[in-house]
């Protein structure tokens, strides 16, 4: 049975992409008028005396042991031990709004929703997946993939996970794609996609032309009168190393193309801005025609998610990554880790150009934290296990015949004998 809140959540988003496209835990999900409702209303009117929330308070302010303050002095009990509300601090999200324009011009004028704080992206990809996806309602992606999203579609919603080959000819394969979304139009009346930019493990990302292509399909089968979901993982974004890259999230091209296209954009300062281990992400969603009031339907529906599962996100981090989003040097000192990543990708670039195998080609790579190999007539699990018992070098074996190095961790220097060691061991592996 539907619980009247979230019936009336259903009602207004009547007619949207998003109705269209809930799952049955998403339809079935609400934000409560309970104790963080409550509080929420409390902060507000209660002058006097605010009994809500369980936390110890002095004097209007969190207890707060001298053990921890004293590791973080420069923030208050509040920034620290408070709890932070459901869909996160207020301030931080209105940041990282403006960081999304900041980035996509092409959102300017383009009504989207304010981001929610989630405890990292995989998080966030996971409470999307439970309000848009169950077992009668796969997801579509890349083939390679992040291991992580099969655990997450397949084995914790029990959806099937359809796959569409990633390149052709050294380029995104647009054909492939266009076949897929076709094929989930057919078999189930709606399209959920789950792109990934620059893309893991390969190390991609699109060119505008490709890009152009994309939105061309996904706008095409909305016009059809098919409902569209298109998750853009922007987990790297920005981490580009070629001018020929669009520059520009997938979101701000899909964001107002179609009243049947709902655009959920999972992104955060986890890799943008170095800070991995603080477990932040946000998920931000559009689509045209939908209003505020609509929006903030959709955001109680995953702020229900989120009450229901972690409570809300760690305040801590939300804190560090305010201050740190304030500090004038922030952006300056950003650039200069992305600088030694270039350097990297340069060193490992030039590498892979002036080096032939007749067991492993390099997948295409311009972007991101990785680049990956596909193997020819070896396994790629041996490989890897070669590669670390015998030279102490750690590589992810994606699949049976995918490698893939995280370039991003490896010092320059040592970056020739890596690479050297890979080549001369793949030779090694198909002789035996």
């Not at 999200?93 to 011009?105: A, F, G, M, T, V």
């Not at 794609?177 to 078999?187: G, I, L």
Request: glycine letters at 6%; proline letters at 5%.
């Amino acid at each position: 049975m539907i619980h009247p809140l979230a019936q009336e959540l259903n009602d207004t988003l009547e007619g949207t992409a998003a109705k269209k496209l809930l799952s049955e835990l998403g339809t079935r999900m609400y934000f409560p008028k309970g104790i963080i409702s409550q509080s929420a209303e409390a902060k507000q009117h209660a002058t006097h005396a605010n009994g809500t929330i369980g936390m110890a308070m002095i004097a209007g302010m969190p207890a707060i042991l001298p053990s921890i303050t004293k590791n973080l002095p420069a923030f208050n009990p509040r920034e620290l031990v408070a709890y932070a509300p459901t869909a996160g601090l207020p301030e931080l999200r209105h940041s990282w709004k403006q960081k999304i324009l900041e980035k996509n011009s092409r959102l300017n004028g383009t009504p989207f929703s304010l981001p929610i704080v989630v405890p990292g992206l995989t998080a966030g990809l996971s409470y999307i997946a439970d309000v848009f996806t169950d077992r009668t309602k796969p997801v579509l992606t890349a083939y390679p993939s992040w291991d992580n999203y099969a655990l997450i579609v397949s084995t914790r919603h029990d959806a099937a996970l359809h796959q569409f080959e990633l390149f052709a000819d050294g380029h995104l394969n647009i054909p492939a794609f266009e076949t897929a979304v076709q094929q989930e139009a057919r078999a189930v009346g709606s399209v959920r996609i789950l792109l990934n930019f620059p893309h893991n493990p390969s190390g991609y990302s699109p060119t505008h032309e490709e890009v152009c292509a994309l939105v061309r399909i996904i706008t095409d089968t909305a016009e059809s009168g098919i409902p569209v979901l298109v998750i853009s993982d922007d987990a790297y974004f920005g981490l580009t190393y070629e001018q020929t890259i669009e520059a520009q999230s997938l979101f701000a091209y899909i964001a107002n193309c179609h009243t049947n296209v709902l655009a959920v954009k999972i992104d955060g300062p986890t890799k943008e801005d170095f800070s991995w281990g603080l477990r932040t992400g946000f998920i931000t969603f559009a689509a045209q025609g939908m209003n505020d009031a609509q929006y903030e339907a959709l955001t109680k529906k995953f702020m229900g998610i989120i009450r229901s599962s972690v409570s809300c996100s760690a305040t801590p981090s939300q804190s560090i990554l305010l201050h740190a989003f304030m500090d004038p040097a922030h952006e300056e000192q950003k650039n200069f880790f992305r600088a030694l990543l270039e350097k990297r990708y340069r060193a490992v670039r030039t590498f892979i150009d002036s080096h032939h195998s007749s067991v492993l080609e390099a997948l295409p790579f311009n972007s991101g934290y990785f680049m990956s190999f596909r193997t020819r007539g070896i396994d790629a699990e041996k490989l890897r296990t070669a590669l670390l018992m015998e030279h102490g070098i750690g590589t992810v074996s994606i699949d049976e015949q995918t490698l893939r190095v995280a370039f991003s961790s490896i010092d320059d220097e040592k970056i020739e004998a890596v690479y050297t060691a890979i080549y001369e061991t793949a030779e090694t592996l198909s002789q035996n």
